[in-house]
């Protein structure tokens, strides 16, 4: 009987589990968790925020998954080292586990900027677990100005849960516009407009400088007052368990299309690893819950003995505000397809016959018609592109395809 | 496993497949009243290229890429029927992202909606199907 730990327990571990199982039904699963708590959402810290799910709702799998797939949890554990020559993690409390494969699936960590007088400030929070969810919960009050650094996905998120929470939200970031890593700056504009339309504000192309306690003075020279400070700049991949036993390790771990990393039995995925983005050929840390999953999974299959490769990942998102719905997908290069629609706007980018990336805003309905043209890479000479662009349907697609999708298993 | 296929040669265009699934899943006992000025959201959706008909519902895959990209685990497979759990789902939108058929829309309520075969709604059989004039959908084992 082989077996079986994962450091980690989040979309990344689920994925191995159950891939590990889809395998071998009989091996001894152990997984090393830091956090205390049954694997959830993590994107949803900002819905509880706001009320949209609960602690209940919010598991990412049910409340008897571990039990199911046969798995045991080492709960407020942490691995701190991993011997490769005998196959051994060793665990903060001093605990030493055994394994035959190994799969490291511990995310990212938010990285906090070294800021003069950071440290002055009480009242200051990432905005990553589920623990600070509820730190801020039980912190805000309604009389509360809150200071958010960062207007990335994260940053945003947190002040759409917060928004009836607090009495304001400023959000600064030295981008000069809001997800500047997922938008352009005409679609950023739109996002940015609709958000001060609920009531945040913005200090773009500036940041935080100096804090003495609750004031931040901004690069600009403005001050800033707050009670709360959230800072969401950015995150690192949690890598260091693999640099430290001499694996490979660039921006996040190293794999390859297995999701092997470069030491014997030891697999990764999830935020702590890097994957080759199809549409621009280069390898990055994609921090998305799909590729979590998938890319964890594809590493349990290996880590029984099963073959499956993950040779199609690519960076997109879905993200909404108040109901205002935002998608994006692959690279912005190429030839530009625009479309202005009420409220909203569509942006498909082409290149070589193939459909590169997308932005859209406003009308997303069957938007994965578009994100599968480029995952497949479709050659779009083989359809009807003129059409498909404009509103995507199966229409525009050969008979032969619908016949074959539509017509038989997929 | 049984699902709704498509004989795209043989749809008329007629969209009564869309008004009896709105219907099936509407709650509602009389179709009038279901149904009656408002418009309607199915989960079947007739496409249209000049002479070309066919209706588009959830295919069910086998490995469906919605089930893993979805976010909070809502969607699931049982007994091979892709469903939602509409408590859990937050409308995020990831899935419809993701699905290459185009068949899992955005709800009223907040969450997704898609085809669950009429095996969650009093039908208990495709109601697309049923009420098909020309047997252009099937329910069947292929
Ligand atoms: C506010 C917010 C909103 C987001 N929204 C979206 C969204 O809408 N869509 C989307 O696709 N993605 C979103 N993301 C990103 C998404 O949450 C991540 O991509 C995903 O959680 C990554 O899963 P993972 O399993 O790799 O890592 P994680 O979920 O981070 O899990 C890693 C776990 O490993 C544990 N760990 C780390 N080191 C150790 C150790 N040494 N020993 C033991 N345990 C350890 C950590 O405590 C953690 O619990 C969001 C993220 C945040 C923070
Ligand atoms: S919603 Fe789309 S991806 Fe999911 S099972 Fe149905 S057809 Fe497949
Ligand atoms: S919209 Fe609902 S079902 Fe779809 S990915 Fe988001 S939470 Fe899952």
Known sequence: MKNYVIIGNGAAAVGAIEGIRSVDKDGGITVVSEEKHHVYSRPLISYLLEGKTDETKMLYRPADFYEKNGAEVLFGEKAVKIDPEAKKVTLESGKELCYDSLCIATGSSPFVPPIEGLETVKNRRSFMTLDDAEALESALTPEYSVLIIGAGLIGLKCAEGILNRCKKITVCDLAPRVLSSILDSDCAAIMQAHLEKLGIEFLLDDTAVKFEENRAVMKSGKVVDFDFLVTAVGVRANSSLIKDCGGEVDRGIVVDERMATSIKDIFAAGDCSETTDITSGIKKVMAIMPLAYIGGHCAGVNMAGGEETLCNALPMNSIGFAGLHCMSAGSYEGELYEEKTEGGVKRLYTENNLLKGFMIIGDIDRAGIYTALIRNKTPLDSLNFELLKKSPSLAPFGREYRVEKLGGEV | ?142
């Not at chain 2, 209706?55 to 490995?63: N, P």
């Open chain 2, 1 to 142: 496993m049984k699902r709704v296929y498509v004989n795209e040669k043989w749809c008329l265009g007629c969209h009564l497949c869309e008004y009896n699934c709105a219907f099936a899943n509407s709650g509602e006992s009389d179709m009038a009243k279901a149904l009656r000025k408002k418009a309607i959201r199915p989960n079947i959706r007739i496409e249209e290229d000049g002479d070309i008909n066919f209706a588009v519902s959830c295919r069910h895959c086998k490995d469906p890429i919605c089930v893993k990209s979805c976010i909070t685990g809502a969607l699931s497979i049982e007994d091979g029927a892709v469903k939602v759990d509409h408590d859990k789902c937050v409308g995020c939108l990831t899935c419809v992202l993701v699905c290459p058929y185009g068949c899992i829309r955005e709800g009223e309520s907040g969450a997704v909606q898609k085809c669950e075969l009429c095996l969650n709604n009093s039908c208990g059989e495709p109601a697309c199907v049923k009420g098909c004039p020309n047997r252009a959908i099937v329910f069947e084992e292929r």
